[in-house]
């Protein structure tokens, strides 16, 4: 009940409907209601709403199985960083992300505007300390809205 099948193959997966991000409380802290469900013709469908994924950045256990990995981002209209399953890319740590986002970058990193590289691919990190750790060269640093205990490996 309240859940719909997005997707196809083995990407398909089951959502839970909302109207709120209170409807997505019960997922966890990081799920929000963001997504827009639409029709087999790409419209949305007004007032179908589902939640977003509640996956870990690093743990990384729920994303794999789509072919995706575990993001965190902002969304329209919403003031907390939600969780979410996105396109995997072959971009490691300083890699450019300046085409393609997040989606450009490896499971466990995610693409930033940093002063003097441009956007970039950073190692998600367990901040302030712990695994995964940062390479060296870098500082695990908690961007501002982030999830308690995850930070970026940001250049030193």
């Not at 019960?26 to 029709?39: F, I, M, R």
């Not at 499971?107 to 930033?112: D, E, V």
């Amino acid at each position: 009940a309240r859940h719909v099948c997005l997707g196809s193959g083995s990407a398909a997966r089951c959502n839970r409907f909302c109207f709120s991000d209170a409807d997505c409380d019960l997922l966890g802290a990081t799920s929000q209601c963001v997504y827009g469900v639409v029709d087999s013709g790409g419209m949305e469908i007004p007032g179908f709403d589902v939640c977003s994924e509640q996956c870990d950045v690093l743990a990384d256990t729920v994303c794999p199985a789509t072919g995706e990995a575990c993001r965190l981002g902002s969304f329209t209209g919403h003031a907390e960083i939600a969780s979410y399953c996105g396109g995997v890319g072959a971009g490691g740590q300083g890699a450019s992300c300046a085409t393609g986002g997040a989606s450009a970058c490896q499971a466990g990193h995610a693409c930033f505007n940093v002063t003097g590289y441009g956007s970039i691919c950073l190692r998600q990190c367990r901040f302030p300390s712990g695994t995964p750790s940062c390479p060296v060269s870098t500082t695990c640093t908690a961007p501002s809205g982030y999830p308690s205990g995850v930070g970026v490996c940001i250049p030193s």
